[in-house]
């Protein structure tokens, strides 16, 4: 049985950073792309980034380009987010999610609805 769960989160001001962390458990995810989405109540779950687990492939979402970066560590089987120069607009609940690589076209890795398995969130604030 597939888990994901998430840490890290909390309270920062802004300009600050916090690292979440996602264990993962339960299968090998050597050919999966795993991503952080994040959502607000009544709002649509945003993409944040995503990674191929062999590290050859990484994507952000524009709003956190140059600010966030996602890592793993293959032998502990976690994945990482780390978020530098937060902004208000920031908070949210933050998921982490796995998703089986299908399709040979990495951008499609941005939907959620390509992701298979997902963690119960973690919530992240960010106060101004």
């Known amino acids: 049985q597939v888990q994901l769960v998430e840490s890290g989160g909390g309270l920062v001001q802004a300009g600050g950073s916090l690292r979440l962390s996602c264990a993962a458990s339960?299968?090998?995810?050597?050919?999966?792309?795993m991503g952080w989405f994040r959502q607000n109540p009544g709002k649509e779950r945003e993409f944040v980034a995503t990674?191929?687990?062999?590290?050859?492939?990484?994507l952000y979402g524009d709003s956190v380009k140059g600010r966030f970066i996602i890592s793993r560590d293959s032998a502990e089987n976690m994945v990482y987010l780390q978020m530098t120069s937060l902004k208000p607009e920031d908070t949210a609940v933050y998921y982490c999610a796995a998703a089986l690589q299908r399709d040979g076209y990495y951008g499609f890795y941005a939907l959620q609805s390509r992701y298979d398995y997902w963690g119960q969130g973690t919530q992240v604030t960010v106060s101004s």
């Open positions: 990674m191929m687990w062999s590290g050859d492939y990484e």
């Open positions: 339960g299968r090998t995810f050597s050919n999966y792309f």
